[in-house]
């Protein structure tokens, strides 16, 4: 079983990598870019059996800071 | 227009990051934890009229390292 965990700033926290991506993308000549936000992707393998709860449970014990960011779970 | 680029280590590439959240979660009691890659999401706000051509000519410039990572862009 698979499981994709995507974890984005939430809106309103300043996101300086992003930043710095669009700022190279307009220097590379690229002036349709308006607006860029980075974030993570942590797809996990798991064993038969798990379920969204569990995934649930490691990002809020781990992978995910939810003062500041927010997150997704695909299962696949 | 929005587009997120997906970007991942490419099979067989180490993935020390990775590596370390799979540690970290066994080490917290989840022992279904098989395998975790981890990758980069970046969201682009993108002026009307801009194409897929334009922003795989970002990843190929600026935003993938081809040699080890692959990457994956959706339109929304």
Redesign the interface.
Known sequence: MKATV?I?FKNGVLDPQ?EA?KS??VG?G??????????????????E??DQN?VD??CQ???VNSVIESYTVEIL
């Open positions: 995507t984005m992003g991506v190279a993308l590379l690229f002036f349709d870019v308006k607006g860029v936000r980075q974030g993570k992707i942590i797809e996990l393998e798991l064993a059996g798990a569990q449970k490691m014990q781990l992978l």
